[in-house]
């Protein structure tokens, strides 16, 4: 457990040493590799680590936190995100699949804690499985100290990384609240997941051998290969989660992710999936290629759009438009918080009337009304631009708790 304040704002100081720059190939270097150094690593167990097999950093799993910064006119949102970095469970890949994601992710408000997993060829499953869960109840127990929501704490991970991720999204329990350490007392439930071109299948033809060998060893059976196929784990309890992958990826096939985006969408579970054409694996953020080099801000619309971004809640919207006296027949609605950490929440009018559910409905508090004409749908060919009605640049509504109902009479 981190004590005081200070404790945080020493994890800042930076090694004079020069970071190794090292060029690998992620899933098929057989070495360990030496990571950059970023923030003091914290042990996630600083009393001892269970099941360690050597008193060797490999055998010491931990975080390296990165608080927001008052960067980028951005403030702290108070959302946490445990990194997992990929390697095929062999090695890790902490730059490019790590820290810079975690530097990133601070200058947006949101705190990233990088996680160093243990892994093959010294261990096995369970154990890369509890370190990640140990992080996650990690940063709930010091969420207060560390200025994250308790109940805003996801986990992300790459390749590999999204294999742990996607397991620690679908095999969690929610404390031992018996235990001496406080910490085994949190849920290791993740409150959402992003899983970046990730190993998701063990047994499917498209599954990353490698990770299942790296997992269970060499004479891994299949029974134990389907308990870590993740796709076939997804429950309604599974957190919303974000998915991105290349469709030229050859290494871990984009089936993976279509394959957990199906089993989501087939359990109810809030989603949202983008497959680039371009792309090999292990891109990280993809600095070269403008298109994907976007995913990180999508992940970041979609963590907005899902609550994540703020601890505001949501309420149903309903209502009637009209415009110069007349139902605007087929149309927008949006309703802006003046936070733009908080969620914008729209849908389409027709008819003259529109209605948000709860489940993505206003934030509550003041919003800026923001009203749309597409333009007409009629039986005869219609030749109309969408426009944004002036005259709503301004309008505010105050959102409440429960059912709001506004029936707007607008002018152009």
């Known amino acids: 457990m981190l004590n005081v304040r200070a404790d945080v704002q020493r994890l800042f100081r930076v090694s004079s040493l020069a970071a190794l720059l090292v060029v690998v190939v992620e899933l098929f270097m057989p070495a360990e590799t030496a990571f950059a150094v970023g923030p003091e690593a914290l042990p996630l167990w600083p009393e001892g680590t269970p099941n360690a097999q050597g008193s060797e950093e490999s055998d010491t799993p931990t975080l390296r936190v990165y608080l927001p910064q008052e960067l980028d006119g951005g403030k702290a949102t108070g959302t946490g995100v445990v990194i997992c970095p990929g390697g095929g469970y062999g090695i890790l890949a902490m730059d490019h699949e790590g820290h810079q994601l975690a530097k990133w992710f601070q200058k947006k408000g949101v705190a990233g804690f990088v996680l160093r997993y243990r892994h093959a060829p010294k261990y096995r499953h369970p154990v890369p499985m509890e370190d990640a869960q140990r992080a996650i109840r990690y940063v709930r127990a010091n969420a207060v100290k560390l200025g994250v929501d308790a109940g805003r704490v996801g986990i992300m991970g790459f390749s590999a990384g999204g294999h742990l991720s996607s397991t620690v999204a679908t095999h969690f329990d929610t404390g031992n609240p018996e235990a001496k350490d406080p910490v085994d007392r949190e849920s290791c439930r993740p409150d959402f997941a992003a899983l970046c071109y990730p190993v998701v299948s063990l047994t499917a033809p498209y599954a990353h051998k490698g990770s299942g060998r790296n997992l269970f060893g060499p004479d891994v059976d299949q029974k134990k290969l389907e308990s870590?196929?993740?796709?076939?784990?997804?429950?309604?309890?599974?957190?919303?989660?974000?998915?991105?992958?290349?469709?030229?990826?050859?290494?871990?096939?984009?089936?993976?992710?279509?394959?957990?985006?199906?089993?989501?969408?087939?359990?109810?579970?809030?989603?949202?999936?983008?497959?680039?054409?371009?792309?090999?694996?292990?891109?990280?953020?993809?600095?070269?290629?403008?298109?994907?080099?976007?995913?990180?801000?999508?992940?970041?619309?979609?963590?907005?759009?899902?609550?994540?971004?703020?601890?505001?809640?949501?309420?149903?919207?309903?209502?009637?438009?009209?415009?110069?006296?007349?139902?605007?027949?087929?149309?927008?609605?949006?309703?802006?918080?003046?936070?733009?950490?908080?969620?914008?929440?729209?849908?389409?009018?027709?008819?003259?009337?529109?209605?948000?559910?709860?489940?993505?409905?206003?934030?509550?508090?003041?919003?800026?009304?923001?009203?749309?004409?597409?333009?007409?749908?009629?039986?005869?060919?219609?030749?109309?631009?969408?426009?944004?009605?002036?005259?709503?640049?301004?309008?505010?509504?105050?959102?409440?708790?429960?059912?709001?109902?506004?029936?707007?009479?607008?002018?152009?």
């Not at 908080?342 to 923001?370: C, D, H």
């Not at 005869?380 to 944004?388: A, G, M, V």
């Open 228 to 412: 870590l196929s993740n796709d076939k784990h997804v429950t309604a309890e599974t957190p919303a989660t974000f998915l991105f992958h290349t469709a030229e990826d050859k290494s871990v096939d984009a089936q993976n992710s279509i394959a957990f985006f199906l089993a989501l969408r087939k359990a109810g579970v809030a989603s949202e999936m983008h497959i680039y054409q371009d792309g090999p694996h292990g891109v990280g953020m993809a600095p070269a290629d403008p298109a994907v080099f976007g995913w990180k801000d999508r992940l970041l619309d979609w963590m907005r759009g899902s609550g994540l971004l703020s601890a505001t809640a949501r309420a149903e919207v309903t209502g009637t438009l009209k415009v110069n006296g007349e139902a605007l027949r087929w149309g927008m609605i949006a309703l802006a918080p003046l936070d733009p950490n908080k969620p914008r929440a729209w849908t389409m009018v027709s008819r003259g009337k529109y209605s948000i559910p709860a489940s993505r409905g206003a934030a509550l508090g003041e919003n800026v009304v923001e009203v749309y004409d597409l333009g007409s749908v009629e039986p005869r060919p219609t030749r109309k631009d969408f426009s944004r009605i002036d005259p709503t640049e301004g309008l505010r509504l105050n959102v409440v708790a429960g059912k709001n109902e506004f029936d707007l009479s607008l002018t152009r």
